[in-house]
Structures are given as structure tokens and as C-alpha cells.
């Protein structure tokens, strides 16, 4: 398995529905389980196409990236979330304007009792302008892995933009998490060392491998998923810090709609 996988989305191959997903649209594979212990896939769907979570093994994550659907009764526009818990089935069908899906999944079987979905509407995402008072970092929780039947996480941070940082600054920027972890950038630029990358561009970082980036000259805002609970961010300069902990200090939990069909 690669420590880091960075797939941008010009050279993402179109593949078949993967396992546990069927029905229509285009699949772009983003992070492939040949290479990392999670999964990402994006979804595209002309007006009216629909697919189905079918009832997996691991919990599944969708988070709406543009257009609309519809899903078990309920309206979900960009920024909108769905969690199908393993074992649990979901339907969504794009609406007039289609809609592309990132997809979140674990090659692993998930270990919770599973067997519902959660729905999100953009308009009930828990999300702060400013995660301090003397911070330029946004962020907004999507699955806070606190769900008695389901582990997953989902996340999104965004930052102001940034020029190129001198070493010293990048070196206090370099980390790491104790989970497995994939990152999607939804809008601006992620410098990762000399290169800029921009939005549809996924990072996979295995736990506890070291990395750092900063936000570009048009800022970044992106989307970070955990089969598991996060625990330990650790600063190779810094401090250790509990990453759950955090989030929970600053925002409150989501609350999500139960499905209505």
C-alpha cells in the first residue's frame, strides 16, 4: 500500500460502478483500493441519472460536490452529505442540473452495529468563519464518527490564501494524524512543496506518515474523511494534540434528517 497517493482529477480513469454501488453515471476513480486502505470515487450524473448504495460491507460517505439529487425524501445541494451505514441501502437521482459525488469508503468492513443513513442538507451543516478568535481557518463537520452505529468522519477546513512559505514556516507546518485519511480540495490551491494543486485533487496519507501544505494564493478549502475516529495530531516541532477534542470545542454535533422514504 502507497504512504501517500495524490490523484489529481485531469488523470482520474473512468471505471466501472465499483462494489456496492450500481446504477448510472460516469466513475472517475480518485484513490483505488489496489493502492490505499480507504476508497474515492467521483460520481457524475446527467439530469435525472440515479445510483444506489447497496447495502456494503464498510460505511459510505457521499458528499454532493455540485448540481443536486434527491435522496429518500429529502432535497441535498452542493454541500450536502449522506451517510449509508454498512449494510444499509440509499438512492439518489440527480436533479435538473445533474450533480458530481465524491464518494468516501473503507476497503475494510466497517465495525458499527450499521443498517441506517443519515442525511445532511447544506443548510444544517454545523460551520464557522473562524475556528478562533485569532485564526483565518473556517471549517464545518459533517460525520463527527460520535453516531452509535457508524465510525465514519468528514470534515472541511478552509483557509485564506497564502504566499509560498519560507522553510522555517513550512517545517512548523509538518505533521501527522494516527488514522488513514484522504483529502479533497474543493476550491483555491493546496501547496504541497514547489507544486500547486487545485480543486478535484485528492490526497491519501497513511497514519502517522509526516506531511504538510499550505493554502495558495486563492486560498483552500477542502474536505478531509476518516473510516475511524481521529485521534492524535502530532507536530514534528509542536504539540500533540487530540483532533477530536478540538473539532468538538468548536463546533456542534450534526443533526441529521432520518430518510422520509
Not at 473512468?14 to 483505488?32: D, I, K, S
Not at 501527522?176 to 485533487?201: A, C, N, W, Y
Not at 506531511?211 to 474536505?223: D, Q, R, V
Amino acid at each position: 500500500m502507497s504512504k501517500v497517493v495524490v490523484s489529481e482529477p485531469h488523470k482520474a480513469p473512468q471505471v466501472a460502478m465499483p462494489a456496492g454501488l450500481r446504477g448510472q453515471g460516469r466513475v472517475f476513480a480518485l484513490v483505488e483500493p489496489e493502492r490505499f486502505p480507504l476508497t474515492l470515487h467521483r460520481v457524475d450524473l446527467e439530469p435525472g441519472e440515479r445510483f444506489e448504495v447497496d447495502a456494503r460491507e464498510a460505511d459510505t460517505v457521499l458528499y454532493i460536490l455540485s448540481g443536486g439529487v434527491g435522496s429518500c425524501g429529502c432535497s441535498l445541494p452542493a454541500g450536502s452529505s449522506l451517510i449509508a451505514e454498512r449494510t444499509a441501502s440509499a438512492t439518489v437521482q440527480a436533479g435538473f442540473e445533474g450533480a458530481s459525488i465524491f464518494v468516501f469508503s473503507a476497503t475494510e468492513p466497517g465495525r458499527g452495529e450499521g443498517g441506517h443513513v443519515h442525511l445532511l442538507p447544506r443548510a444544517r451543516v454545523p460551520s464557522c468563519e473562524r475556528v478562533s478568535e485569532q485564526s483565518d481557518t473556517g471549517g464545518a463537520i459533517y460525520a463527527d464518527s460520535d453516531c452509535p452505529t457508524c465510525e465514519v468522519w468528514l470534515h472541511e477546513n478552509h483557509f485564506a490564501g497564502a504566499e509560498a512559505p519560507t522553510l522555517e514556516e513550512a517545517a512548523r507546518g509538518i505533521h501527522s494524524h494516527s488514522e488513514d485519511e484522504v483529502i479533497v480540495v474543493l476550491s483555491g490551491q493546496m501547496r504541497l512543496g514547489p507544486k500547486l494543486v487545485g480543486p478535484g485533487t485528492a490526497l491519501a496519507i497513511a497514519a502517522d506518515t509526516l506531511y504538510s501544505f499550505t493554502a495558495g494564493p486563492e486560498g483552500l478549502s477542502f474536505i478531509n474523511f476518516r473510516a475511524r475516529r481521529p485521534g492524535d495530531i502530532r507536530f514534528v516541532n509542536g504539540p500533540v494534540m487530540n483532533e477530536t477534542g478540538l473539532w468538538r470545542a468548536i463546533l456542534p454535533r450534526p443533526e441529521y434528517l432520518e430518510p422520509l422514504s
